[in-house]
Each structure stands twice: as C-alpha cells, then as structure tokens.
C-alpha cells in the first residue's frame, strides 16, 4: 500500500538555527498538504499545494517559513530561524484532488523540538 | 468560520466497555465530517467520513458515527473497545473551498484492563 514518506522522523535544533523537512506524496497525487501539531492540539494548515503551486499559505508564517514543491512531486518545508515556539509535529499529506470529497493521506509526522 | 469542538481532552473506558466520543461543529453548509485516529509517533488514519445520505456511517476497525444536523454533531461511537484502541482521535470538518481540513483538539483515549 502507497504511503506518504516524511523525513526526517525527529529532529532537534537550538533557536536562530535553520532547518528543512521533507515529503513525499503518494505518487499519483496533485494535493499536497503540511500541517503543523502543537502538543495538545489539533492538526492547522499551513500550506496547501496544487501541483507545484501554492493554493493556500494563509496560516503560514511567511517571515520564517517557506515551502515549494519545484516538479510538482515531492516537498521541502524550511524555517529559518527557528523559534522555541516551532516546537511541534510537522505533518505532510496528499490526496488525488484538491477537492473536500478527496481523503487526504498523513504521513507520520517530523516532531521538531527547538532548544 | 468552520470549527470543530472536542469536548473531551481524555477518556478513559474498561476494555470491552462501550465508546462515545463527542464532536460539535460549526458550519455554515452541508459539512464533510471525518474521524481521524492518531496513535504515538504515527500520522493519522482516517476512520470514517460522512458527505450526504445515510446519517449513520460505518468506519474500519468496528467504530462508526453517525450525523445529527440538529444538534451539529458527529459523535463517534465503538460497541467494545480494545486495548489497542488506545490513541488519540479527531474530528474534521472539511472546508467548502478546496480541501483544507479543520479540525478539533483531539480526545486521548486510555483503555483499562
């Protein structure tokens, strides 16, 4: 069964540093999605892509964070510089169409810790 | 703006007990709801998801949930629970403009022997 990649599992970092994170969709699929997990939370979307486009970065921190999906297939997410509060689980996801009836697939997840 | 309430942040059930977790929406049009399940270290895996039709939806692993627009929600429900049942679970609602998902706080599900 296809399943969504995300590396790397964990991930420490001191504040001020840089640091990137990355998915692979499932193949197949033009939606992709990272969501960010605070401990005790649910999941908040940060960006959304259609192909290689950005549909919607409207909860996205644009003074630090960044993300692109240059072919269209796999995606890099970056914070710089990180902040204690980044401290969470960063989830990628995909689905076949970037329609509400399409299930979306997690991967499982890169817990970033900020020291 | 679509919201989603988990009224229960932990919930604890005897192992072969019965299983209710509670989920309230709000949302302006018809909803796309989901339940979603999320073990430790591990992404989320759909459970169920509920478009139109029949108001009470079947789901994987014996957990079904069943829709009332009355009192916006979308309650999960399990006959027996088993100790691997033990994880935390979420609702969604599905936004009506593309496919962003938002979803409650999560309800952390502990089983006793």
């Known amino acids: 069964e296809a399943e969504v990649a995300q590396s790397p599992r964990y991930k420490i970092t001191e504040k001020s540093q840089a640091v990137a994170f990355w998915c692979d969709p499932i193949s197949g699929h033009a939606t992709l999605y990272w969501y960010r997990q605070i401990l005790g939370q649910g999941p908040e979307l940060l960006v959304q892509?259609?192909?290689?486009?950005?549909?919607?970065d409207s909860q996205l921190p644009k003074d630090r964070f960044s993300a692109e999906r240059l072919k269209g297939v796999d995606s890099t997410l970056k914070i710089q510089p990180a902040e204690l509060g980044d401290s969470a689980m960063y989830l990628c996801?995909?689905?076949?169409?970037?329609?509400?009836?399409?299930?979306?697939?997690f991967g499982p997840g890169t817990r970033l810790t900020v020291t | 703006a679509q919201s989603v309430t988990q009224p229960d942040i932990h919930i604890t059930v005897s192992e072969g007990a019965s299983l209710e977790l509670r989920c309230n929406y709000s949302?302006?049009?018809?909803?796309?709801l989901f339940w979603y399940v999320q073990s430790p270290g591990q992404g989320l895996q759909l459970l169920l998801k509920y478009f139109s039709g029949d108001t009470l939806v079947q789901g994987i692993k014996g957990f079904e949930a069943e829709f009332k627009r009355s009192q916006s929600s979308f309650n999960l429900r399990k006959p027996s629970v088993h100790w691997s049942d033990a994880a935390e679970y979420f609702c969604a609602v599905g936004a009506l403009a593309g496919n962003k998902l938002v979803f409650g706080a999560g309800t952390i599900l502990r089983v006793k022997s």
């Open positions: 996801a995909s689905s076949r169409k970037r329609d509400r009836a399409n299930e979306q697939y």
């Open positions: 949302y302006g049009a018809t909803p796309y």
């Open positions: 892509f259609q192909d290689e486009s950005v549909v919607d």
